[in-house]
């Protein structure tokens, strides 16, 4: 295990019935305990399956309470997930498939459907504490020759997640982060903003973007807080949303900045709370 899948499993066995995370859309938190059940199912499927260590995996979703263990189960296991938007097309999706011969993608059940229409692969439905209606599809033409799920020393230099550049000097690109590089990253923002356990960060950023997934999910792990997630930005709900649920740190881009400074109903629920 390397630095972060360490990190990220001794702060589960902590405070088991400590609250977590959750949905900005729900009043009933995941606990700790919660997180960590959801995650060993994760692990004994994905086993089950013969996915693991170096392997590559889609995740194909909109925001989700979900997203963070289904990082840590590839993760723990050595495999490297690359998360897509919910609203790639299907042919730009099974493009980026083939050419990348991925061996498995996380998606809703009815994306997983269609993909299963267009391509030999197995289906399998998740059974979670935190979300419902995913689905984990499998290339089995990559995986019938595995007697088991491949395994191996996980070391700190080794692919852990992959994201896309945003394309504004042309076609968007994939960019690969180690396990060493999203550790030290996420502890240098845990610092930086004296981030601690009674800390609560509300997520608006798409989780396929670096700033969800090491500023917001990672560094509030490390320091033990709790985590909202919201569908998407929305400037009419941002400040009802942080103080319903007691919001004490959020990472956006400028450009939201900008938003909510200009939005009408934003400034009045500023002001309001």
């Given at each position: 295990?390397?630095k972060?899948?360490?990190?990220?499993?001794?702060?589960?066995?902590?405070?088991?019935?400590?609250?977590?995370?959750?949905?900005?859309e729900s009043?009933n938190?995941v606990?700790?305990?919660?997180?960590?059940?959801?995650v060993?199912?994760?692990?004994?499927l994905?086993?089950?399956?013969k996915?693991?260590?170096?392997?590559?995996?889609?995740?194909?979703?909109?925001?989700?309470?979900?997203?963070?263990?289904?990082?840590?189960?590839?993760?723990?296991?050595?495999?490297?997930?690359?998360?897509?938007?919910?609203?790639?097309p299907?042919?730009?999706?099974?493009?980026?498939w083939?050419a990348?011969?991925?061996v498995?993608?996380i998606?809703?059940?009815?994306?997983?459907?269609?993909i299963?229409?267009?391509?030999?692969?197995r289906t399998?439905d998740?059974?979670?504490?935190?979300?419902?209606?995913?689905?984990?599809?499998v290339?089995?033409?990559?995986?019938?020759?595995?007697?088991?799920?491949?395994?191996g020393?996980?070391?700190e230099?080794?692919?852990?997640?992959?994201?896309?550049?945003?394309?504004?000097?042309?076609?968007?690109?994939?960019?690969?982060?180690?396990?060493?590089?999203?550790y030290?990253?996420?502890v240098?923002?845990?610092?930086?903003?004296?981030?601690t356990?009674?800390?609560?960060?509300?997520?608006t950023?798409?989780?396929?973007h670096?700033?969800?997934?090491v500023?917001?999910?990672?560094?509030?792990?490390l320091?033990?807080?709790?985590?909202?997630v919201?569908?998407?930005?929305s400037?009419?709900?941002?400040w009802q949303?942080?103080?319903?649920?007691?919001?004490?740190?959020?990472?956006?881009?400028?450009t939201?900045?900008?938003?909510l400074?200009?939005?009408?109903?934003?400034?009045?629920?500023?002001?309001?709370?």
């Amino acid at each position: 295990m390397t630095k972060l899948t360490t990190a990220l499993s001794e702060k589960l066995v902590e405070d088991w019935e400590l609250p977590l995370i959750k949905s900005v859309e729900s009043d009933n938190w995941v606990t700790r305990h919660e997180f960590h059940r959801d995650v060993t199912q994760l692990l004994t499927l994905l086993q089950a399956t013969k996915i693991g260590y170096q392997d590559q995996v889609l995740i194909c979703l909109d925001n989700s309470v979900a997203y963070p263990e289904l990082m840590q189960a590839f993760w723990r296991l050595g495999a490297a997930v690359h998360p897509v938007s919910a609203t790639t097309p299907l042919d730009q999706l099974i493009v980026e498939w083939q050419a990348q011969n991925y061996v498995a993608i996380i998606t809703t059940h009815s994306l997983a459907e269609s993909i299963a229409t267009m391509l030999p692969l197995r289906t399998v439905d998740l059974n979670l504490i935190s979300a419902a209606g995913l689905s984990l599809v499998v290339d089995t033409h990559q995986t019938a020759a595995r007697s088991s799920s491949p395994t191996g020393t996980i070391r700190e230099q080794d692919l852990v997640l992959i994201l896309n550049t945003s394309g504004t000097t042309g076609k968007p690109k994939r960019v690969g982060l180690t396990h060493e590089l999203l550790y030290n990253a996420a502890v240098a923002d845990m610092e930086s903003q004296a981030m601690t356990a009674t800390d609560t960060t509300l997520i608006t950023m798409p989780m396929f973007h670096i700033n969800a997934q090491v500023m917001s999910v990672l560094a509030m792990r490390l320091a033990g807080g709790r985590i909202v997630v919201a569908p998407k930005f929305s400037a009419s709900h941002f400040w009802q949303q942080v103080a319903d649920n007691q919001v004490t740190w959020s990472s956006v881009v400028p450009t939201i900045i900008t938003i909510l400074l200009l939005n009408q109903e934003a400034n009045r629920q500023y002001l309001q709370h």
